[in-house]
């Protein structure tokens, strides 16, 4: 196998003729009416760019939150009595700190769930 990178395949683009004006059309137009085809309004780029991120972007519902595990909620609890004991100056009695911290958690998790 070689190393070259190799190019993909080329394709030859064709045009297609343009009437000459000198040609006659084959119906008769209104007197109003211009030869030429109508004009299709393209989306820009940014247009493009736009629709394509609203598309990407657009808010989908966010799934329930499941219930932690275990040692999810211990940590939790932990983080939250840590804090209470902290605020105390570490006077406070560490069992009243985990039950008021288990209580705060469970009550936040409740309310994540409804």
């Known amino acids: 196998?070689?190393?070259?990178?190799?190019?993909?395949?080329?394709?030859?683009?064709?045009?297609?003729?343009?009437?000459?004006?000198?040609?006659?059309?084959s119906a008769v137009q209104p007197k109003g009416a211009s030869s030429a085809p109508a004009a299709v309004e393209m989306p820009s780029?940014?247009?493009?760019?736009?629709?394509?991120?609203?598309?990407?972007?657009?808010?989908?519902?966010a799934p329930r939150p499941s219930r932690p595990s275990h040692d999810e909620r211990h940590r939790l609890i932990a983080k939250v009595a840590y804090g209470y004991a902290e605020r105390a100056g570490f006077r406070n009695n560490p069992v009243d700190d985990w039950l008021n911290a288990e209580r705060e958690v469970d009550a936040r998790l409740e309310r994540l769930a409804s």
């Open 45 to 61: 780029a940014s247009a493009e760019l736009a629709a394509e991120r609203a598309r990407v972007e657009a808010p989908k519902a």
């Open 1 to 25: 196998m070689s190393s070259k990178r190799k190019t993909p395949a080329r394709t030859k683009t064709t045009k297609v003729p343009t009437p000459v004006a000198s040609e006659k059309p």
